[in-house]
């Protein structure tokens, strides 16, 4: 190296640190290699190889989402770069940070239609926040800072491209830097007390309110349960912020629509006022979720959220925590009401369903039983990685999560694949947590030549597959929508022979009876550094279906038939529609009448 000199690769790398970048996920090749030679010297930052490029892509998201740093993926030019696609798309509907790199042909050989050359950047324009292609090496740092910076500052992925050629090159020491460590603290805007003083009338005034929790107060459990309590307001949360709240407040009715619990589903439309906290629920609009709502206040750190949702009769810009503590601290505090009640009866007529079902202790094992014993041999701070099928929707039903755990899958792009790469993202941040993986076995089959690299860097992680030999997902909604139950069923390999084959410890399950003992083991071994895959052949039972019109109890809206029928399938004798609580307080149904 020339006397005050650096290579444009290893300029790149110290900008990254200044981001508090650890490690770069992926795979290498020929149009990394300036890249790969700059991480060969690097005391500071970790290549973590993976066995396909979208799980570096989904465990550099991940990252992020489990309160890490900026993740950074790389996938070489052409095919390795295109398979990072999932994680970047996921990134921009999660409102993530992702920083993209790609690899190219040096520059000297674009524009020929060369080997590998494609046009990448467009591949990404509706989505990334910031998509250049490096311009000449000593840029290189300056783009890299800046990708990092958007990415931050705009919360979604960043994509670079740069031509291989330009990482060799030697630049000026001095003629770079990284923005990383400037301050950027961000100091919440004070609320405005109109809006705050009109949000207080509406609940004084309400008389079924509902907090609606999202997201953006994930960090507020405690403040908007003490809320709830105060104005006997039940909380529905979003399928994302389970872990905000401690599961078994009386008040806490889970999440509406499909993944989600009855209670949420009924209360919302019996409600008549929402305080909606930090919350973007999509399908409240596509679902027509608050049409029997007529008060509605909305709470958003930004101000693009404001009123997306629903006309407005308050609007607080501002805190999730700040603006529920100064409601708090104004509202008038409420009795127990008929509302309250019937609420906090109805929510716990469905907790007994879950945990009969659960609690079974003899037969052929269904996910319910598998969900029992997690939670029995969890830690109390696990971090669960969790994918899209079931395990989602059954994950918020059936996971008894408090504000010590993390919790996180692909919510809104929802792909599938994304448990076993947030794992390993997990556990390399948090190597004294425990890390569960939840998924199914479609989505395991997508991803497991990867288990290798939990065992393979050390990072033991506890995977459960629920196989049940379907995409049952799918099946799932295929019984309400379709004529054949086509394409949705698959033979599985043996994963217990598939872990062991990577040099983790692999189990099978298929009897209640067994699953204590099998999960006992797994944890034991997980705490002495094992990895370890629970193959738990479920049944292929359809967990509840709770959302409109699905959800057939009540009298008002279903033959006697169609309710036996409903019952007989789900177990679920014991369930009692809402209305029915309503009316044992002396109340009318809002939804049916
Ligand atoms: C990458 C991707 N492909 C397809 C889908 C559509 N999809 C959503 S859930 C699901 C089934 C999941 O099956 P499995 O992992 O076996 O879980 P199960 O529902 O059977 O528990 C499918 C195919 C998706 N969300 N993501
Ligand atoms: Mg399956």
């Known amino acids: 190296m020339s006397q005050g000199k650096i290579t444009a690769s290893a300029a790149m790398l110290n900008v990254l640190k200044t981001w508090g970048v650890d490690t770069i996920y992926g795979i290498p090749s020929g149009t990394l290699s300036s890249l790969m030679d700059a991480l060969a010297e690097d005391q500071d930052i970790r290549f973590l190889q993976v066995r396909h490029e979208e799980t570096g892509a989904l465990a550099a998201l991940m990252q992020a989402k489990f309160g890490g740093s900026i993740g950074v993926c790389v996938g070489s030019g052409g095919p390795g770069a295109t398979h990072l696609i999932n994680g970047i798309y996921d990134a921009a509907m999660d409102a993530t940070p992702l920083?993209?790199?790609?690899?190219?042909?040096?520059?000297?050989?674009?524009?020929?239609?060369?080997?590998?050359?494609l046009n990448q950047n467009p591949m990404y324009n509706g989505v990334a926040v910031y998509n250049k292609r490096v311009a000449y090496a000593s840029q290189l740092p300056k783009v890299i800072d800046e990708a990092c910076r958007a990415a931050i500052a705009k919360k979604g992925p960043a994509v670079v491209e740069i031509p291989v050629n330009f990482g060799f090159e030697e630049i000026d020491e001095n003629s770079y830097y990284g923005s990383g460590t400037y301050d950027r603290t961000f100091v919440a805007p004070a609320l405005n007390e109109v809006e705050v003083d009109k949000a207080v009338e509406i609940l004084n005034n309400a008389k079924r309110p509902v907090i609606y929790a999202g997201f953006g107060g994930v960090g507020a459990g405690d403040v908007v349960t003490e809320l709830s309590r105060k104005i006997k307001a039940p909380i529905?949360?979003?399928?994302?912020?389970?872990?905000?709240?401690?599961?078994?407040?009386?008040?806490?009715?889970?999440?509406?629509?499909?993944?989600?619990?009855?209670?949420?589903?009924?209360?919302?439309?019996?409600?008549?006022?929402?305080?909606?906290?930090?919350?973007?629920?999509?399908?409240?609009?596509?679902?027509?979720?608050?049409?029997?709502?007529?008060?509605?206040?909305?709470?958003?750190?930004?101000?693009?959220?404001?009123?997306?949702?629903?006309?407005?009769?308050?609007?607080?810009?501002?805190?999730?925590?700040?603006?529920?503590?100064?409601?708090?601290?104004?509202?008038?505090?409420?009795?127990?009401?008929p509302w309250w009640r019937a609420v906090v009866k109805n929510n716990q007529n469905w907790r007994d369903y879950?945990?009969?079902?659960?609690?079974?202790?003899?037969?052929?094992?269904?996910?319910?039983?598998?969900?029992?014993?997690?939670?029995?041999?969890?830690?109390?701070?696990?971090i669960y990685s969790i994918d899209v099928g079931n395990s989602t929707q059954t994950s918020t039903r059936h996971l008894h999560m408090t504000p010590k755990n993390m919790w996180r899958t692909s919510p809104l792009f929802a792909t599938m694949g994304i448990a076993l790469p947030g794992g390993i993202a997990a556990k390399k941040d948090n190597p004294d947590r425990q890390v569960w993986n939840i998924m199914g076995d479609g989505a395991f089959g997508m991803c497991y030549p990867d288990v290798i690299t939990n065992v393979q860097y050390n990072l033991p992680v506890i995977n459960v597959v629920f196989s049940n030999s379907?995409?049952?997902?799918?099946?799932?909604?295929?019984?309400?929508?379709?004529?054949?139950?086509?394409?949705?069923?698959?033979?599985?390999?043996?994963?217990?022979?598939?872990?062991?084959?990577?040099?983790?410890?692999?189990?099978?399950?298929?009897?209640?009876?067994?699953?204590?003992?099998?999960?006992?083991?797994?944890?034991?071994?997980?705490?002495?550094?094992?990895?370890?895959?629970?193959?738990?052949?479920?049944?292929?039972?359809?967990?509840?279906?709770?959302?409109?019109?699905?959800?057939?109890?009540?009298?008002?809206?279903?033959?006697?038939?169609?309710?036996?029928?409903?019952?007989?399938?789900?177990?679920?004798?014991?369930?009692?529609?809402?209305?029915?609580?309503?009316?044992?307080?002396?109340?009318?149904?809002?939804?049916?009448?």
Not at 109 to 116: G, I, K, P, R, S
Not at 473 to 494: A, M, Q, R, S, W
Not at 495 to 520: L, S
């Open 99 to 117: 920083l993209a790199i790609l690899g190219s042909r040096p520059v000297n050989e674009l524009n020929m239609d060369a080997f590998q050359e």
């Open 354 to 382: 879950m945990n009969k079902l659960e609690g079974k202790t003899e037969g052929e094992l269904q996910l319910y039983q598998v969900y029992n014993a997690i939670n029995k041999y969890a830690d109390e701070n696990a």
């Open 236 to 337: 529905i949360t979003t399928g994302k912020n389970f872990e905000a709240f401690e599961w078994n407040y009386e008040g806490l009715t889970g999440s509406a629509y499909r993944v989600g619990w009855k209670s949420a589903n009924e209360v919302i439309f019996e409600a008549d006022t929402v305080l909606f906290l930090g919350c973007n629920f999509p399908f409240s609009e596509v679902y027509n979720t608050f049409k029997n709502v007529e008060k509605f206040i909305q709470v958003d750190i930004d101000p693009y959220k404001l009123g997306k949702r629903h006309a407005l009769d308050a609007s607080i810009l501002g805190d999730v925590k700040v603006a529920a503590a100064a409601i708090l601290d104004k509202v008038n505090p409420v009795e127990s009401t």
């Open 470 to 593: 379907e995409y049952a997902f799918i099946k799932n909604k295929y019984e309400d929508t379709n004529k054949h139950l086509f394409g949705v069923d698959f033979t599985n390999p043996d994963y217990k022979m598939i872990a062991e084959a990577q040099g983790a410890v692999g189990f099978t399950v298929d009897r209640i009876e067994d699953i204590d003992a099998v999960m006992k083991e797994a944890v034991e071994l997980n705490k002495q550094g094992k990895t370890v895959v629970i193959d738990a052949r479920i049944t292929q039972h359809r967990p509840i279906p709770v959302e409109a019109p699905e959800l057939r109890l009540d009298p008002k809206a279903y033959s006697a038939e169609e309710i036996a029928a409903y019952k007989e399938k789900y177990e679920a004798e014991e369930l009692v529609p809402f209305r029915l609580f309503l009316e044992e307080e002396g109340l009318e149904s809002r939804n049916y009448q």
